[in-house]
């Protein structure tokens, strides 16, 4: 049996302040980032994976890293992980964005294209790809997977076979755990946007 352990990016500043980052932002994780991500390590150290992927933007990558080092296993960027590109939208609060789709019909906001952005759809896309290449590569094992919290959203309908809109149901937590078995090929949740190791905070 393999396990799949998806976990949101610790804190950023912009985070904080519920702005959008920009497409492979440099803003690094603030103090409190880093001591979520050092939790999370440590609470994923009883499933052992034995390697973790991450999106290249500097934020997954930093946090990649404090787990990789924590749990002495390797550490590998890869391309296709990385958060939606929402053009001229970024560095935006998320309200404004949303006052923009929410008008929107479903099938509309999925194949709708931000100025110099890129759509749900295409973001969707990729992301299932890159997912199913890493299942493919590891069968029955564990690994953990560092990247954004519109990653996780976008992908949780691909990997519990579920339609698209119940991406909405989504909201990952910074430095949060979700986790799937896999038997048989078969995805099962077991944990989903868990944040119990960082109640102590």
Request: proline share 4%.
């Amino acid at each position: 049996m393999g396990r799949l352990i998806l976990i949101r990016h610790g804190e950023t500043s912009k985070n904080y302040n519920g702005k959008i980052h920009d497409s492979f932002d440099p803003e690094e994780l603030n103090n409190n980032g880093i001591v979520q991500i050092q939790k999370t390590a440590n609470r994923i150290k009883e499933y052992k994976p034995i390697i973790v992927y991450c999106s290249k933007e500097r934020r997954a990558v930093q946090s990649a890293n404090i787990i990789s080092t924590k749990l002495g296993v390797q550490l590998k960027e890869i391309d296709g992980l990385h958060e939606r590109n929402w053009g001229k939208f970024s560095g935006r609060p998320w309200s404004e964005i949303q006052a923009i789709l929410d008008p929107l019909s479903l099938e509309e906001r999925y194949t709708y294209v931000p100025p110099e952005g890129e759509s749900w759809q295409s973001f969707e896309t990729r992301l299932n790809i890159t997912i199913d290449s890493i299942l493919d590569k590891h069968q029955n094992e564990t690994v953990a997977v560092v990247t954004h919290g519109g990653v996780i959203r976008v992908l949780m309908p691909h990997l519990l076979q579920v339609s698209k809109e119940e991406s909405f149901k989504y909201n990952p937590t910074n430095a949060s755990i979700t986790v799937f078995e896999r038997d048989n090929g078969h995805l099962k949740s077991v944990m989903i946007d868990n944040t119990e190791h960082l109640i102590e905070m």
